[in-house]
């Protein structure tokens, strides 16, 4: 279900846990499965799940209990926004209404296109910078008014 090089990525995370708790790397085997397929299908959790010996529904709990994981396809780019109270109180829901209004699509939503899923995030630890927003669950952008998204946007053209 997996390649060999993403295997091996998965078995460098088991190897910094005792052998007998090798399950404590689901999280990181998980963002792996996902980076490879682009979101994680019930068949790449299970797989995960086989592969670090414990039971897929454990693997499920913990991939439907964070939204950096992704159960449903998404587009190329994944925009999350922080609209926790601090964010909120800073323009984070206004930073949401924006991007709604410019992609033409709500959140949990992608464009037509396929190019960009819309997301609603919890707090990313960043309050100072508010609001803020994380692209495809790796870069983190901060101070996200609408000049700095219209940027953001043209960038990921």
Do not use: H
């Not at 997996?2 to 090798?22: F, G, M, N």
């Not at 996902?34 to 995960?48: D, K, N, R």
């Not at 992704?70 to 209404?97: F, H, I, Q, W």
């Amino acid at each position: 279900m997996l390649t060999t090089e993403s295997l091996k990525r998965i078995d460098r995370e088991i190897a910094k846990y005792p052998a007998e708790q090798k399950q404590s790397a689901v999280m990181a085997a998980l963002a792996i499965a996902q980076e490879e397929q682009g979101w994680l299908p019930s068949e790449a959790i299970e797989f995960v799940a086989n592969y670090l010996g414990m039971a897929p529904m454990a693997a499920y709990e913990v991939a439907s209990f964070y939204n950096m994981y992704d159960l449903k396809p998404v587009g190329r780019y994944k925009l999350t926004v922080c609209t926790n109270l601090p964010c909120m109180l800073s323009g984070g829901v206004d930073a949401g209404e924006y991007l709604k209004q410019k992609l033409g699509v709500g959140f949990n939503e992608t464009t037509p296109d396929g190019k960009i899923t819309l997301k609603e995030g919890e707090c990313m630890g960043a309050c100072g910078d508010a609001p803020v927003m994380l692209v495809n669950n790796r870069r983190m952008c901060s101070c996200m008014l609408p000049e700095q998204i219209d940027k953001l946007l043209a960038e990921l053209e």
